[in-house]
């Protein structure tokens, strides 16, 4: 893994700094740092940043890139998480998922740390199965999952669950209804060059613009929007340049990019979307 830092022009929103990730399974047969191919992790990874999560309505300052690749993401994060005596959990390897895109036979479970953020419009979920770990958090420690919830009536207490009558159980809606849903093109971009990224994230990201260090919304990039107003140090106030508040920040595959996406580019290396397709990933101002 390596970590290589691009500045992009002044009319972007500046410097990401990301990792070219490899999928592939290692010689040992251990699962792949961006999860199960057939249920990879999302979000941006080596982001720079940190993210709020929800521990029960405590807040606390996580890694911006939390979740966005397998690892132990609560080890030496939470009260609990430290010491000799903490519980097993902390030590699994977990990431979030795709529900739309998670095909394995352990299904994915909803996210309580980002409660109100969401990827492509889904709610986020996440999975300790695509990381090769068994989950030994949910049952004790996340009360208002769908998988705990025994019966038709309690899964209907929860907004973000729905009973599976072929099942016999409570699952995410995503799972049970929802991913047939097209996104909406002006929100989310082409649909054959989806915008990526959670939004609604609370947080920040780092950003390098002029060799001067700026934070941008958690969410850059998630959705269609002009994240470089009243953020890029040309886009404030008075010195405010029309032609640099654009659109749309949004990532990409290069072949999407290539037949669909024919506009301004950088190359930005490699969030961990899509494994085994592609390696690296091109953001990109949209001029509509």
């Known amino acids: 893994m390596r970590t290589i830092p691009l500045l992009f022009g002044t009319a972007s929103a500046g410097l990401l700094r990301v990792s070219l990730n490899h999928t592939a399974l290692d010689v040992s ?22 993210v709020q999560a929800d521990l029960g309505g405590k807040m606390a300052p996580y890694p911006a890139d939390m979740g966005a690749r397998c690892e132990e993401w609560d080890l030496n994060m939470r009260d609990t998480c430290r010491g000799p ?10 990431c979030y998922v795709d529900p739309c895109h998670c095909d394995i036979a352990i299904a994915p479970k909803v996210s309580h740390y980002l409660p109100k953020s969401k990827y492509q419009g889904n709610t986020i979920y996440f999975s300790y199965s695509t990381c090769g770990s068994t989950d030994q958090f949910t049952k004790d420690n996340h009360p208002t999952a769908c998988v ?4 038709q009536g309690t899964c209907g207490g929860q907004p973000k669950c729905l009973w599976d009558g072929k099942l016999k159980a409570c699952r995410g809606k995503e799972l049970v209804e929802v991913c047939d849903k097209p996104l909406p093109v002006n929100k989310y971009g082409m649909n054959n060059c989806h915008c990526i990224g959670i939004e609604d994230k609370p947080g920040h990201h780092e950003m390098v613009i002029d060799n001067k260090m700026y934070h941008y919304p958690a969410s ?3 959705t269609c929007g002009a994240w470089d107003d009243e953020e890029h140090p040309e886009c404030k106030g008075e010195s405010k340049k029309t032609r640099l508040v654009l659109p749309a920040l949004v990532l990409c595959r290069p072949m999407q990019m290539r037949r669909e996406c024919s506009t301004q580019a950088f190359l930005l290396h490699a969030p961990n979307h899509f494994p085994g397709e592609a390696f690296a990933f091109l953001v990109f101002h949209l001029w509509q």
């Open 220 to 222: 850059t990039g998630a």
């Open 85 to 94: 005596d903490m519980p097993g959990w902390c030590r699994d390897a977990w």
């Open 29 to 50: 047969g251990a699962p792949p740092r961006y999860g199960n191919p057939k249920c990879p992790c999302i979000g941006l990874d080596r982001v720079g940043g940190l």
């Open 148 to 151: 705990n919830q025994k019966d």
